[in-house]
């Protein structure tokens, strides 16, 4: 599983809390959109595996076939010639099918953050802000700050640590 798509399950696990019938309507839409992607992927590597053969059909009749186009059956090398446009022509349509769902997907998954953000804002109220790359929360004035402790990866208290 790809790091984006252990993201998308965690943002889906998330949004599970939220009562909305709005979420019921992302969660659908993200399972749609996933199941969309899994068959333009399947899609895809089955042109590319055509196009594969087509080149090398291509590729055993003009090196070890002597007079190549001209021994084989026009009707041979017009169908091999068809396959390989035909599966590039392919390939690219899926492609770009893909950055479509993959647009989706995205513009999805942005509304889930909001609705966890949010969610979370309901529930634990406001964050208090912090400046970037410092993980300490407190009043800002340097005296205290609210720390973290982590036993065995899991939260175990938060303290008040004062600062001297």
Not at 1 to 13: I, N, V
Not at 25 to 34: D, F, M, N, P, W
Not at 46 to 51: F, G, N
């Amino acid at each position: 599983m790809s790091e984006h798509e252990k993201h998308t399950d965690f943002l889906r696990q998330c949004i599970c809390y939220d009562e909305s019938a709005r979420r019921h309507e992302l969660v659908k839409g993200i399972a749609r959109i996933q199941c969309d992607m899994r068959c333009v992927r399947r899609a895809v590597w089955l042109m590319a595996i055509l196009a594969a053969l087509a080149v090398a059909g291509l590729g055993y009749g003009t090196i070890l076939v002597e007079n190549f186009p001209y021994n084989m059956p026009q009707f041979i090398v017009n169908f091999i010639w068809a396959l390989g446009l035909g599966a590039l022509i392919s390939l690219l349509a899926f492609a770009g099918l893909g950055v479509v769902y993959r647009r989706q997907l995205d513009r999805h998954r942005e509304e889930c953050r909001q609705r966890v953000a949010k969610l979370l804002e309901s529930r634990l109220g406001i964050p208090v802000a912090a400046p970037p790359g410092d993980n300490r929360a407190g009043e800002g004035d340097g005296r205290s700050a609210r720390v973290a402790s982590t036993v065995n990866g899991s939260l175990a208290k938060i303290e008040s640590v004062a600062q001297g």
